[in-house]
T-cell receptor, first 113, second 114 residues
């Protein structure tokens, strides 16, 4: 086990709604990245947070936003949900910025109807 | 577009056989190449990783072979076991680039038959 937890495990939302997904990293892991994994695909980088500030973003629109808190927890928020947002959302933490080794949580499976 | 291309999409191997999964990358700036193992309902777990200054790295039954000139790397699973049945992802990243985010291949679903 990586010590990274995510909640909820599953979620069903309707198109146009907003969703908040949560991640709790291990103590001392001050860097968290979020990935979207569509069915049958590899994870795609959404963004990374370091010391509570966004520190890099992939090719995702601004309706994907995040927060990181001092207690090593973080959130992924998605506004105006679209059907294509249905995916497994993974958070991954590491002990420092630019450390390649990332420890993934089990993910939150989001279904948008 | 940075890409990591992975093959095959699926693989069936008999117990005790060798499983081989291949990846090719485009960006010569990549300097870290991990392999992740993912079981259904779980997040990816780091299996083994290599940097381009070595051509091979072995950890137990898992070996990464790296060919810098061909921009290819592969995962070999020796003595494959039914418990190895999972989806395997190769990935690549550049230290400090895009804040170190991983670029993943599309995955290979491995089935090891008893």
């Amino acid at each position: 086990e990586t010590g990274v937890t995510q909640s909820p495990t599953h979620l069903i939302k309707t198109r146009g709604q907003q969703v908040t997904l949560r991640c709790s990293s291990q103590s001392g892991h001050n860097t968290v990245s979020w990935y979207q994994q569509a069915l049958g695909q590899g994870p795609q980088f959404i963004f990374q947070y370091y010391r509570e500030e966004e520190n890099g973003r992939g090719n995702f629109p601004p309706r994907f936003s995040g927060l990181q808190f001092p207690n090593y927890s973080s959130e992924l928020n998605v506004n105006a949900l679209e059907l294509d947002d249905s995916a497994l959302y993974l958070c991954a933490s590491s002990t420092r910025l630019f450390q390649e080794t990332q420890y993934f949580g089990p993910g939150t499976r989001l279904l948008v109807l | 577009q940075q890409q990591v291309k992975q093959s095959p999409q699926s693989l069936i191997v008999q117990k005790g056989g060798i499983s081989i999964i291949n990846c090719a990358y485009e960006n010569t700036a990549f300097d870290y190449f991990p392999w992740y193992q993912q079981f259904p309902g779980k997040g990816p777990a780091l299996l083994i990783a290599i940097r381009p200054d070595v051509s091979e790295k072995k950890e137990g039954r898992f070996t990464i072979s790296f060919n810098k000139s061909a921009k290819q790397f592969s995962l070999h699973i020796m003595d494959s076991q039914p418990g190895d049945s999972a989806t395997y992802f190769c990935a690549a990243s550049k230290y400090g680039g895009s804040q170190g985010n991983l670029i993943f291949g599309k995955g290979t679903k491995l089935s090891v038959k008893p």
